[in-house]
């Protein structure tokens, strides 16, 4: 299980590399098409370009962001309340978080099978957007993961707690 979790914490920080590209090639599309659109030449598709990076770069910090514990929590009670009080309660909201990912996973991978079926494409660029909607699928998948990671590793404090 060691193993797992050294490669899924390697892939994290290797999808944070992609995020990070994605957004600076955001930020770059939209100042050169700001740009273009001052000497009245836009960019033909940037709107749905930004948008497909966009889409790249929440699915590939999700999973960084969680581990690094980056996210926006409420914990004012929750502090005031044992550590093994404390352990228990994070078990709990992280094992629904695992499984309500899980579910939004496993029907992304759904809703993307059935768009590449259907072959529906972007309207200005005619890209399909299955891929996209495979590498947002994909990246929720690596955050359930690491969800899972999280409470594995709750669930041994919790031992060691018990074995004090």
Same mark, same amino acid.
């Given at each position: 299980?060691?193993?797992?979790?050294?490669?899924?914490?390697?892939?994290?920080?290797?999808?944070?590399?992609?995020?990070?590209?994605?957004? @600076?090639?955001?930020?770059?599309?939209?100042?050169?098409?700001?740009?273009?659109?001052?000497?009245?030449?836009?960019?033909?598709?940037?709107?749905?370009?930004?948008?497909?990076?966009?889409?790249?770069?929440?699915?590939?910090?999700?999973?960084? @962001?969680?581990?690094?514990?980056?996210?926006?929590?409420?914990?004012?009670?929750?502090?005031?309340? $044992?550590?093994?009080?404390?352990?228990?309660?994070?078990?709990?909201?992280?094992?629904?978080?695992?499984?309500?990912?899980?579910?939004? @996973?496993?029907?992304?991978?759904?809703?993307?099978?059935?768009?590449?079926? @259907?072959?529906?494409? $972007?309207?200005?660029?005619?890209?399909?957007?299955?891929?996209?909607?495979?590498?947002?699928?994909?990246?929720?998948?690596?955050?359930?993961?690491?969800?899972?990671?999280?409470?594995? $590793?709750?669930?041994?404090?919790?031992?060691?707690?018990?074995?004090?």
């Amino acid at each position: 299980m060691k193993m797992f979790f050294m490669a899924l914490n390697k892939f994290s920080n290797f999808l944070k590399i992609i995020g990070a590209i994605a957004l @600076t090639c955001m930020m770059l599309l939209t100042v050169v098409d700001v740009i273009g659109r001052f000497f009245k030449h836009p960019i033909f598709g940037s709107v749905e370009l930004v948008g497909f990076l966009a889409t790249i770069v929440v699915a590939a910090a999700l999973p960084y @962001t969680y581990k690094a514990d980056a996210h926006v929590g409420v914990e004012l009670l929750v502090r005031l309340l $044992s550590k093994k009080k404390q352990i228990y309660i994070d078990i709990l909201t992280r094992s629904v978080s695992f499984i309500l990912f899980g579910l939004i @996973t496993w029907q992304m991978f759904l809703y993307a099978d059935e768009i590449h079926k @259907t072959g529906e494409v $972007s309207m200005n660029l005619e890209f399909p957007i299955y891929y996209i909607i495979y590498l947002l699928a994909f990246g929720l998948l690596i955050f359930s993961m690491t969800i899972l990671e999280t409470i594995v $590793s709750n669930i041994k404090q919790l031992k060691e707690l018990k074995t004090k």
